[in-house]
């Protein structure tokens, strides 16, 4: 398969990468001392930031630009007509400001004109993918920003200003870390590193809330991040069906994805099963009833818990020991067996996601180029492709749809289906759902 976009990006080949990027940087640097004179300083710092990326993104990041300086032009252009009419009014001079505003939207617009002409001698990527994935992840972040009622930007809580420069940030770490997983060959290796840097942070933003100050905690409040509690929580407390809505949204949107780019523990399972390069994974069956139990068992647990009116204090021990079970399972089976024994056999949420998962119509399936190799198998941590799988010409049940198989097959016999759109069209319209819905994850206060 080859790549959805390039990875050698023309600006860095062009030769002209300087003139460029000052063409860019002074129009943006003069925005920004406008910014600084109002005491803006989150836009301030975003202004200052936005040239940077032209020179390692490509095609997509330099539009971004573009559409920087556009806002600049519009902000100049409504400023000088409100310096003007004040200044008017209040018989001040005006003409020698009004030339200074006159020459930073011309020095403004030439850099916009340069920059169009430039992007369009660049190669035209296979799809601007990236750059669609960037808006969707900066439009949600703006509307979870003003309607969320609490600072769930980070960055805003210590800094109060600075969401602009945070949401920038994360719009541009969602369009590089796509232009990587849409290249089959960096998927898993991306994929992987993404999820454990979601999980680092995940655990440090824990540690600092307990250790440090509150303000790291969403609600101020101690919430043990223990994917069981997803289910079991809201049976116990009688309430509090928040991050149970949060699973099923994200389901809907990405099937079963949650367990392969979203779980906040399950990329330490990957950890340990990495460690063997052949997995040799429970019959599916198996894995799907014994799920099922625990599933039962844990709901049944927070039932009689509540009922019986038992604290939390021993109700959080529980769920303490069964996280310590949980890991014991990743590093003694997992590692040994080589699949992720935790994710697929023991993890309530893991069965409601695959079976829920279903609702959702992202598949990965097995076309007529497949030689029956088996060389997927490996690639698979999740179980979910054995012989029989590979002679049905479809992953089992336990597929999450992380896409490592697709990668790994020599043949291009794996990829992705969604009704109505070919193979490609349908990866990137995964693709660009599971990094809008990771770097918007990655991006707010969590636990």
Sequence with gaps: MKNIVPVHLHIAQSGNTGRIFITAFIPLFLLSLHFLRMGNYGLFLSSLALPFFILSLGKWS??????????????????????????????????????????????????????????????????????????????????????????????????????????????????????????????????????????????????????????????????????????????????????????????????????????????????????????????????????????????????????GGFSVAIAGTLAIGFAGLSILAMVFISGKTGYMFHCTSVCPVGWITSVAGKINPFRIRINNQCTDCQVCTMACKYGALNREDILQRKPNISCTLCGDCIGACPHDALEYRFPGLSPNSARNLFLGIIVTLHTIFLAVARI
């Excluded at 011309?106 to 369009?120: E, G, M, R, Y």
């Excluded at 655990?203 to 919430?223: M, R, V």
């Design 62 to 307: 330099l539009l971004w630009v573009i559409l920087g300086e556009l806002t600049a032009l519009a902000i100049w252009m409504v400023t000088t007509f409100q310096l003007l009419d004040e200044r008017i009014l209040l018989g001040l001079p005006w003409v020698r400001l009004f030339l200074i505003l006159l020459s930073v939207i011309a020095i403004t617009a030439f850099s916009i004109q340069k920059l169009v002409k430039w992007w369009q001698t660049m190669p035209k990527p296979a799809r601007m993918l990236p750059f669609w994935t960037s808006l969707s992840t900066g439009i949600l972040l703006l509307v979870i920003h003003w309607k969320s009622g609490m600072s769930l930007l980070l960055a805003e809580r210590f800094f109060p200003g600075l969401w602009p420069f945070q949401i920038l940030m994360m719009v541009f770490y969602a369009g590089f870390i796509i232009q990587r997983l849409a290249d089959p060959a960096q998927t898993a290796k991306t994929r992987r590193g993404i999820w454990m840097l979601f999980s680092i942070v995940f655990f440090l933003q824990f540690a600092l809330g307990l250790s440090i100050t509150e303000k790291f905690l969403q609600t101020g409040e101690i919430h043990l991040p223990i994917p069981a509690l997803i289910v079991g929580g809201p049976f116990y407390r009688g309430g509090g069906f928040f991050m149970t809505i949060l699973l099923l949204v994200t389901i809907l949107l990405s099937g079963p994805a949650w367990c392969s780019h979203l779980c906040y523990i399950g990329a330490l399972d990957n950890v340990f099963a990495d460690r063997k390069k052949r997995p040799r994974p429970l019959p599916i069956n198996i894995r799907q009833n014994l799920r099922l139990f625990v599933l039962i068992l844990t709901v049944a647990i927070a039932v009689a818990l509540n009922m």
